[in-house]
């Protein structure tokens, strides 16, 4: 363990490398980290509160902004909930399209503010007949959804035949996906069958139908009304897409955490169709690449 002097022998080398670093600039370059910079910074941070707190003032009440950082994942995320209002009955807010700031990067959709509470927030004070009479509603959802017909054929993809947007498969490996076998080879990292246990073998061996799915049903993209426990909206549309059959039922089971886990998950495979064998076998795999990362 260092002494106090060590520490402080040490924090005044680092201190005068930073100030020969500094001397070192280009004149124009230490004029802007002195002056400009902290300048910049400040009015971005000034003006962004100032159009936060008009926004909510104005069309805010009306309107919800989602942030999204890809382009490409926007026009996705619009395509299905177009889609979707379009060919079922489900309710899915109304989007106007994708905005930008001229100055910034940071792109928004733009959709009708909808009216309730997230789930999340009232499942846990729920009985046993609200939390059915909500379950019966998603049932009713999923059902229309698995109803509609891919004009992609067989192949895993987006909305528009795009990559899928979904967090468990591997960076830059979203597809599109010619079939279920590939879609499969990427859930598992690319590793040869022979070297998993025999479960995650059986699992990917499955031929499912190739159904629309939200791909994140959770409490926290529900929206109700607290009174009569009806379903205002089903948000978060990011991960939408011409999936297997089996997938809405693991996601519906991976994207739920916390206490909410205990007395959710229970209830999925009362408005999701259950395929335990394939979930079973892709929390394994979800163990076996993703636990040494976190």
């Known amino acids: 363990m260092l002494s106090d002097d060590e520490v402080e022998a040490q924090r005044r080398r680092f201190l005068a490398r930073m100030e020969q670093r500094r001397r070192q600039m280009p004149l124009l370059r230490r004029l802007f980290e002195r002056w400009l910079k902290p300048w910049i910074t400040a009015t971005k941070h000034s003006c962004d509160g100032i159009i936060s707190r008009l926004w909510k003032a104005t069309f805010g009440r009306r309107l919800w902004a989602k942030f999204i950082g890809s382009h490409s994942l926007a026009h996705s995320e619009i395509a299905a ?41 009232i499942w846990d004070h729920l009985d046993d007949a609200g939390r059915d009479h909500i379950v019966q509603q998603l049932a009713t959802y999923v059902t229309q959804l698995r109803e509609l017909s891919s004009p992609h054929g067989l192949t895993i993809c987006s909305i528009n035949g795009g990559p899928v947007a979904d967090p468990r498969l591997p960076p830059a490996h979203g597809g599109p996906f010619p079939d279920e076998q590939d879609f499969n080879a990427a859930l598992r990292c690319f590793r040869p069958l022979e070297s998993l246990p025999s479960k995650c073998a059986s699992a990917h061996l499955q031929v499912h139908p190739v159904v629309f799915t939200h791909g994140d049903i959770a409490p926290r993209n529900i929206m109700v009304d607290p009174e009569s ?64 990362l976190l």
């Open 81 to 121: 909930m177009r889609f979707v209002r379009e060919h079922t009955n489900i309710p899915v807010p109304r989007s106007w399209g994708l905005w930008r700031w001229p100055w910034s990067r940071r792109r928004y959709i733009i959709m009708d503010r909808v009216p309730g509470v997230e789930l999340a927030i």
């Open 229 to 292: 426990l009806r379903i205002s909206a089903l948000l978060d549309w990011g991960c939408a897409g011409w999936l297997p059959a089996h997938w809405e039922y693991r996601k519906a089971l991976w994207m739920s955490w916390g206490p909410l886990k205990k007395t959710w998950n229970p209830r999925v495979a009362h408005f999701i169709p259950a395929y335990p064998l394939e979930a079973d076998a892709d929390e394994h795999l979800v163990e076996l690449f993703w636990s040494p």
